[in-house]
């Protein structure tokens, strides 16, 4: 058997989903999800100008060796634009190989090991009462763990995750208007003085059960995070994220030190380099990665038997970058890691998205309950794909008052 063709499209309704989707000489086909968030076109151009005219020929069953072949091949290791390409065809061939044998993704890595999956929605208000609403309106719905992101009284501009005023919708991680991007102003006394009381106020609000997850998206220092997350302690996040950048690991350890608020992070790394040490060490309780630019399931899968180890469990990044085809590839992996802990979830469910990506995955209960169709059981409509083309679009930049640049 043997892969005869392979296409990268970038596009799609309000993001620049980066789509491969790889041929084979037996009619059968595989798709996987190459999007870097805001910086689509590399991992793009890293497919079509040597990762693909490579694949031409190989087995497509052979998707071990081809991830080794391309990563050892590299010789320049690792990197998100790398992982995220490799992650697309690795992805793609473990569609292809689900679809050979006529079996969901979930059932080659070992099968179900519960019902449904576990997935938490993003509150977000431009200030308290507003993200009370927020939380209400998810709660409605079925869900039963929130994230939950407040505008900061007196904070120059909206920060992380947050609407200008009380309100406003729309996409807080990219703007689309160019790629120079937009300031926004951070205050981490501020923020010290005001979250860990509103954090407390949404726990008298919604009672015991609802999981509360919070994301400080690196902003703190390593003393003022392990200070935040002992304040924070009586409120019983089920998480606290990024507390710190993921760079310095070390700092993981003061915050261990010093509370037992369970810690996530891993959204920015994309190897098992970059969390082995957190991992053994037991210095985090859930681990952050996502197949697209941790390098596909094959890499991703070894990530999780690792922290299975060390009772880290998982809690895939699902940010709305993420196009059907990762997420669908993530709960597949969800659907079978004994160690699961939680999926990101957004609803990408739109009229168009589902359009350009139809499947019968299905959200119920703020339980996901993932497709028994063979593959990842995603399709892409190509017709609708040129519809859509790259828009340029960038992350905002932080800078503290006095313009110092700071953590986005
Ligand atoms: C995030 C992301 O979902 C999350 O937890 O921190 O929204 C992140 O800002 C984006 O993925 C960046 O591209
Ligand atoms: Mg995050």
């Known amino acids: 058997m043997k892969i005869t063709d392979a296409k990268v499209f970038v596009g799609g309704p309000g993001k620049n989903y980066v789509t491969l989707k790889i041929m084979t000489d037996q009619g059968v086909y595989g798709l996987g999800d190459a999007t870097l968030n805001n910086r689509e076109t590399l991992p793009a151009a890293y497919l079509r100008d040597y990762l693909i005219p490579n694949l031409i020929g190989m ?10 072949f391309f990563y050892r091949g590299a010789y320049f290791r690792r990197g998100p634009i790398a992982m995220a390409a490799f992650g697309a065809i690795d992805m793609a061939l473990w569609d292809i190989k689900g679809k050979l044998a006529n079996m969901p993704v979930y059932d080659l890595l070992g099968g179900k090991s519960r019902e449904a999956a576990l997935v938490y929605a993003h509150a977000t208000g431009a200030d308290l009462p507003d993200l009370m609403d927020s939380i209400a309106r998810y709660i409605e719905q079925g869900y039963k763990a929130v994230r939950v992101q407040c505008g900061i009284p007196g904070m120059p501009t909206a920060s992380y995750a947050v609407p200008d005023e009380t309100g406003s919708t729309g996409d807080y991680i990219t703007d689309f208007s160019g790629i120079r991007p937009k300031v926004e102003i951070w205050d981490t006394d501020r923020y010290l003085r005001f979250m860990p009381a509103a954090l407390a106020d949404i726990r008298d609000r919604f009672g015991p059960d609802l999981k509360i997850l919070h994301d400080v998206h690196h902003r703190l220092l390593p003393r003022e995070a392990a200070a935040f997350a002992k304040a924070v302690e009586p409120v019983g996040l089920y998480w606290l994220e990024d507390p710190t950048p993921g760079e310095d690991q070390e700092a993981l350890r003061l915050i261990r030190q010093h509370a037992t608020t369970p810690i996530a992070i891993g959204e920015v790394f994309n190897s098992i380099f970059d969390c082995n040490r957190l991992i053994e060490n037991e210095l985090i309780d859930f681990i952050r990665i996502a197949v697209t630019y941790a390098g596909g399931i094959t890499h991703a899968r070894r990530i999780v038997d690792l922290a299975g180890l060390h009772h880290v469990r998982t809690g895939f990044h699902g940010a709305p970058s993420h196009s059907p085809i990762s997420m669908a590839a993530q709960h597949h992996i969800n659907a079978w890691a004994p160690n699961f802990g939680i999926q990101e979830y957004l609803v ?10 139809p499947s019968e995955h299905r959200l119920e209960d703020g339980l996901f309950h993932v497709s028994d169709a063979p593959g990842l059981g995603v399709d892409f409509d190509e017709a609708e794909a040129a519809r859509y083309a790259y828009q ?9 008052e006095d313009g110092t640049l700071w953590n986005y």
Request: glycine share 6%; with cysteine; net charge negative.
């Open 59 to 68: 087995d497509p069953r052979r998707s071990e060796d081809i991830w080794q």
């Open 348 to 357: 990408l469910g739109t009229p168009e998205c589902d359009a350009l990506f």
């Open 392 to 400: 340029p679009g960038s992350h905002p930049v932080v800078r503290l």
